[in-house]
């Protein structure tokens, strides 16, 4: 064989291995991307539910004669950064005695919240990760409270950056969940 019959052969070479690199790449890339959105979003999951537990603290000591709204808001500023209250992260609700519907809907409002301070950046920071239809595609159905625990529980598709529509790869379906103990239970 001369050297005049290999004369293409590397640059072949090349175009092929270089393809199947930034291929394996990319799906590395989407899944660090993926296991990031799951991260962020358990986290602001968690705090969220922690804090709905702890609702029925702020109306146990009230014993109903002031709710969290009436707090001023000159009050507000000495302990936050914000010279506003945000409505999102209270609520004069006890979530033991709420319904199903209310729960969820509280739970949804007080993962924004924490997400991003409020539903409109909630949003936008979930579409940036991935997540499908943003903050309308969670899924806060299976959230309850189950006696003196709730559970939040959010089910949402998440796209990778590599899709592959005929073989069903490149979208994920997920659930995260996480449990706290309401304030004031005695179990």
Known sequence: MHQDDTSGVMAIEACVSLTFF????????????????????G???????????LENYSTSKSDGAWS????????????TTSPERNDLFTTDETI?????????????????????GSEENADAILKALGVQEGLEGMDFSKTGVNG???????????????????????EFTTT????????????
């Open 148 to 170: 003196s625990d709730l559970t939040m529980s959010v089910t949402y598709k998440i796209a990778l950056l590599i899709r592959a529509d005929a073989f069903h790869l490149g």
């Open 96 to 116: 033991a005695k709420a319904d199903q519907n209310t729960v969820q809907d509280l739970s949804k409002t007080r993962f924004a919240a924490f997400l991003g």
């Open 176 to 187: 995260q969940s996480v449990c706290s103990r309401l304030w004031g239970s005695s179990d």
């Open 22 to 41: 930034m291929i394996i790449m990319y799906a590395l890339y989407s899944m660090v991307t993926l296991f990031s959105a799951q991260s962020i979003i």
């Open 43 to 53: 986290h602001a999951l968690s705090e969220s539910c922690q804090s709905l537990a």
């Open 68 to 79: 969290v709204s009436q707090v001023p808001v000159s009050l507000v500023k000495l302990f």
